[in-house]
């Protein structure tokens, strides 16, 4: 028997990347690739040199949330404007092996998503209960959708929000209050599962929706985070 106590959920609101698809393994590795590839384009420039400074400006670019919430929605600009930071930064002006850097990245990283084992299998067990199912995402409509339509998930949902058709993202109350209102659900009767602690834990938390995070990198809770998920998982097949 389960050691954890069920609450009774009426629907279930997924996220998508990182708990039904991932491309974030060999992210690491593909931004080095791509790195030394670029750096050879320019005389003097070490690919050692490239790619620890775009890591650099990564962890930066990206650590800001209220950055993170404009530029995400954008995510073919936000690289650009990233590597354009690593080049100025490195008194390199070349545009072109820039936008290249950047646009190469972006695009491999798309042909890498895959589905995470199991999901697939999961959906369908929780669609076959009879319970309302909904996805929830951050990002543009033009990269999720894609997303979306490539791994044919609509088929499984209820109603999915893609935040840059409804106006608002994860953590917003708005998008968990609006897809609960949608399905006809109460918060004490749904379910959050989301391997992102600010923006899907702590959102259902403020909602009052029974939280499940799914801890992919089996990191474990960081010490004094606000996110206090009800149950965590490894992946969302062990839900079943």
Known sequence: MPDYPYRYREAILFDLDDTIITG???TYE?????????????????????????????????????????????LIQARRELVELVFSKLGIENEKVCYSLADSFTAKRQEMITLIPGAIDTLV???????????????????????????????YFDYILVEGEFGAGKPDKSVFTHTLGILGVSPENAWMVGDDLKRDILGANETGIFS??????????????PAQPDRIITTISELI
């Open 125 to 155: 067990h929780f669609k076959n209960t009879g319970a309302a199912m909904a996805l929830i995402t951050n990002g543009a409509s033009d990269f999720q959708r894609p997303k979306i339509e490539r791994f044919e998930l609509a088929q």
């Open 24 to 26: 974030a393994v060999g």
């Open 212 to 225: 499940i995070w799914v801890d992919w990198q089996n990191k474990g809770l960081p010490d004094n985070t």
């Open 30 to 74: 593909l931004w080095k690739t791509l790195c030394y590839q670029h750096a050879e384009l320019i005389e003097g420039l070490s690919g050692d040199v490239l790619f620890s400074e775009v890591n650099k400006a990564r962890d930066w670019y990206w650590d800001d949330p209220e950055r993170h919430r404009i530029k995400r929605l954008n």
